[in-house]
């Protein structure tokens, strides 16, 4: 009882850090649309877009591999093994930010003022998650108290912006408030782990952090392909000059796919850790390798089949009763999109599942990181042709199809040994 206990809390954080995380795509991107409208809004996200392979880039391979191995170190020699791993990633991570901030500062010399500022604004975004270490504590299972520092960091992020924010505001109020907000919930977080968990901070060599990094290249070389084929659309949108309302309607909708994905993704961390027991006795992608991760997958599916049943239910409730949705700017297509979009998202899960879970504990990153990289290439060149032709629909249909060949690719890795 005490075990089952423990699994659902460590569920409810997982759960709660997720949606704490899904309020700004839910709540605020749509307001700020309507606040700043479409011109204003579309420059706001192209910064954002970048952002998002900053922080990527700064995430680098340890959200996969640093679970692992601060889970084994944990195990073997309690907190004060863990935190030589901690301190392996933190400071790598800090490295890698330095490098991108000063690329970022560089660049401002090419960038329009505002964007460049927004972009600046923007890298506090990344640095806040070095310090909130969630990998750490979904290492250890006590997911808990990093649940309630990013909670509450994501609702004052809400207040400030609902309250204080205005039309007349530069563009980068947003991100300034949103950095702001985010950086101390991650240094809260990091203070509760030295200070109610006993985490040392130790001297890490130049020489350890650069085998740490070389360890885990095929891991993030994989990550960055996962970020062109998911994260760069609007990037390309904005190359093609696609006009600002467009830009603007399919950021919110991929804003609203993320959050959709955020919705399932407690599952996606509570059984990654299972998939690398149940797989402990397989040294190589097989179909039996297969089955165990597929049981484990079926259940997260079913459970994203039901959370999108309730979506779609509640806008037929009330898109024609809520003010703010029946005078909502190109809402049709807004839902047409997300609805397609939906599809790479179930595509998504299993791909986590079989890949980042499976792939990389079966002895296989390198096939792994060989077809994310190549998926990544081929969805964006598909992107570029797609959204030269079809405008934001091209751009939605290179999303699904970057999920579905990942998944083919993956698939055949395991039926094939």
Known sequence: MTLLRKDLTNIASLACIQGANAILPIFIFPYVL??????????????????????????????????????????????????????????????????????VLISGFFLQEQFFFSLLCWMLVPL???????YFYQSIENNLPVAVFTLISRLSCCLVVFLFLKAEDPVYFLPLIVGGCYLAGGLASSIYLKAALGLKYISVSFSRLWECLHEGKDIFFGNIAVVLFRDSNLLVLSFFSVSPAAIASYSVVEKLIKAFQALI??????????????????????????????????????ALAT?????????????????????????????????FMTIGVFFGVANFMLGTAGLNNLNSKKYYAKVLILTGVVTVSACVTLTSIWGVYGAAISFVLGELILFTLITTKYLKA
């Open 34 to 103: 309507h606040l700043f409208g479409s011109a204003k809004f579309s420059d706001l996200v192209v910064s954002e877009a970048v952002s998002l392979i900053i922080l990527a880039v700064v995430l680098y391979s340890y959200e996969v591999n640093g679970v692992s191995r601060v889970v084994s170190s944990y195990a073997r020699g309690g907190i004060a093994a863990a935190s030589n791993v901690y301190c392996e990633i933190f400071f790598s991570r800090i490295i890698i930010w330095l490098v991108c901030a000063i690329a």
């Open 307 to 339: 959370i999108l049943s309730g979506f779609i239910i509640i806008w037929l409730m009330f898109n024609d009763y809520l003010e703010f949705l029946r005078s909502y700017p190109n809402k049709q297509l807004m839902a047409g999109l997300f609805l």
């Open 265 to 302: 993704r407690p599952l996606n961390q509570f059984f990654f850790t299972r998939a690398i027991h149940s797989l402990r006795d397989e040294n190589a992608p097989g179909p039996g390798a297969f089955v165990k991760v597929m049981k484990l997958t079926w259940m997260q599916l079913a």
């Open 128 to 134: 806040s998650f070095i310090f909130q270490s969630t």
